[in-house]
């Protein structure tokens, strides 16, 4: 098992000890672009190049580092545009050393988690060659599903390798997540289909003086982090809606809101792979206090016509027209 350990940003003094674990044929055989042998000085340069696409934000490389404070591997998240889309693809080593101790999924998962919630990506990529069964194993631990095969150059064994392309969304990694104690536990022989669950949630349109609403983006650490949405809550066992709204204002924004200042406006649906999601919605105009993200949620205040600008959970995307009618 992994022990204790962090991602942080590559340092020009890190360059010996990349060059020490990388230029290690059992490695950079898996790494498509590097050369074998590998040249101390191509470390430097490296490092060098992503402190300038982190500047950009083009790409965001981190090393690996043990408790003994140091650098066991490297990994990172490219990033691209396609028809307004953005994608991110990661890519990662690890030192033979430190093999088969849960590195590598532990780093990658931390990696994934912090770009579907603080980056523009609703999806990422990863390419593997074939006979990389390791990483093969992490990828589909993490929730990412085998989108395809191609060849790709590897530098290192000179010529074209057959790989394994990869993809997860935002939604099937949590997903992933959600369902890994289950599928740990579950018998090898005979897994009972579980009965899905209708799951009840409440949310409210806040509008202020300049008919602006508000949204909270879903922090780390929660699914479809990252994704916009209406401020609101699952409802407790034999709570009222009403009730559930106004303690969940009280719990995530810090202010007060009546039952009377709450309007019912509309409700949706939506069937997530794993549940079905009912949500009744409320406008609000009047409340006590200033909205603050107790829960490390970043806030924004919207115009009704830019709403479509703010990637948002299904659910809540239908919800917008009725706003842009109504306001």
């Known amino acids: ?13 890190d360059a010996g000890a990349i060059h020490a674990q990388v230029n290690d044929w059992n490695v950079i055989r898996m790494l498509s672009r590097l050369p074998f042998p590998y040249p101390r000085d191509l470390a430097e340069r490296w490092i060098t190049s992503t402190v300038e696409q982190a500047e950009s934000r083009t790409a965001y490389h981190f090393a690996i580092e043990n408790q003994a404070g140091a650098v066991i591997g490297c990994i ?58 390791a990483s093969v194993a992490v990828l589909n631990k993490l929730g990412f599903r085998q989108t395809g095969a191609t060849t790709q150059v590897f530098t290192a064994r000179g010529g074209n390798v057959n790989v ?17 104690p289950a599928a740990e536990t579950a018998s090898l022989t005979e897994q009972s289909e579980e009965p899905r669950r209708l799951v009840l949630v409440v949310a409210a349109i806040l509008i202020d003086a300049n008919n602006r609403i508000l949204l909270a983006r879903r922090p780390e650490g929660k699914s479809l982090a990252g994704l ?28 007060d809101a009546s039952h009377a200042c709450l309007a019912p406006f509309t409700f949706v649906s939506h069937s997530y792979e794993t549940f079905d999601l009912l949500m009744p919605i409320y406008l609000c105009r009047q409340w006590q206090g200033h909205p603050e993200g107790r829960e490390g949620q970043k806030l924004a205040w919207v115009e009704a016509g830019d709403l479509d600008q703010y990637p948002m959970p299904p659910a809540d995307i239908p919800v917008i027209p009725f706003l842009r009618d109504f306001l």
């Not at 394994?164 to 939604?171: C, G, I, K």
């Not at 209406?230 to 034999?238: A, D, H, N």
């Open 1 to 13: 098992m992994a022990g204790t350990f962090c991602l942080r940003g590559l340092r020009p003094d």
């Open 76 to 133: 990172g998240l490219t990033l691209s545009q396609t028809d307004g889309q953005y994608r991110g693809s990661l890519g990662y080593w690890i030192g033979r050393e430190y093999w088969r101790q849960g590195i590598a999924t532990l780093a990658s998962d931390r990696l994934c988690r912090w770009a579907f919630a603080n980056l523009p990506v609703d999806t990422i990529e990863a390419s593997v060659a074939q006979d990389n069964v």
């Open 228 to 255: 916009w949405e209406f401020p609101g809550g699952k409802m407790e066992p034999g709570e009222a809606p009403e009730v559930s709204l106004v303690r969940e204002l009280q719990e995530e924004l810090g202010i």
């Open 164 to 180: 394994l392309l990869f993809s997860a969304s935002r939604e099937s990694f949590d997903t992933a997540h959600q369902n890994k």
